[in-house]
């Protein structure tokens, strides 16, 4: 069973940072994309930041110049370092994978998300 895992959320001063982690497990062949999306109340979920197997990132706009995603692909780990929260970052924060698994000698590829984890910015 494939899971992921985030952790890192927390409360947070405006201008202040906190750092996300998105651990995957499970019988993983590859990730060909990981992502960072948020939701916040009443909002849609949106696309925060997204790396592909290629080293290609992107980001939405209301976080570039502020946000990084990195990747670890050794440990199936992806991580959002965010700096310069303000009080609109404020939203449950998810990560998403794009993986290959092995069932038996198949090969699946699905998407995948973590539980999502609380960020809160105080003004």
């Known amino acids: 069973q494939v899971q992921l895992v985030e952790s890192g959320g927390g409360l947070v001063q405006s201008g202040g940072s906190l750092r996300l982690s998105c651990v995957a497990s499970g019988s993983i062949f590859s990730i060909s994309s990981m992502a960072w999306y948020r939701q916040a109340p009443g909002k849609q979920r949106e696309l925060v930041a997204i790396?592909?197997?290629?080293?290609?990132?992107d980001y939405g706009d209301p976080v570039k110049g502020r946000f990084t995603i990195s990747r670890d692909n050794a440990k199936a780990t992806w991580y959002l370092q965010m700096n310069s929260l303000k009080p609109e970052d404020t939203a449950v924060y998810y990560c998403?994978?794009?993986?290959?698994?092995?069932?038996?000698?198949?090969?699946?590829?699905?998407?995948?998300w973590g539980q999502g984890t609380q960020v809160t910015v105080s003004s």
């Open positions: 790396t592909v197997s290629g080293g290609n990132t």
């Open positions: 998403n994978g794009h993986l290959t698994i092995l069932r038996g000698s198949l090969r699946v590829s699905s998407d995948y």
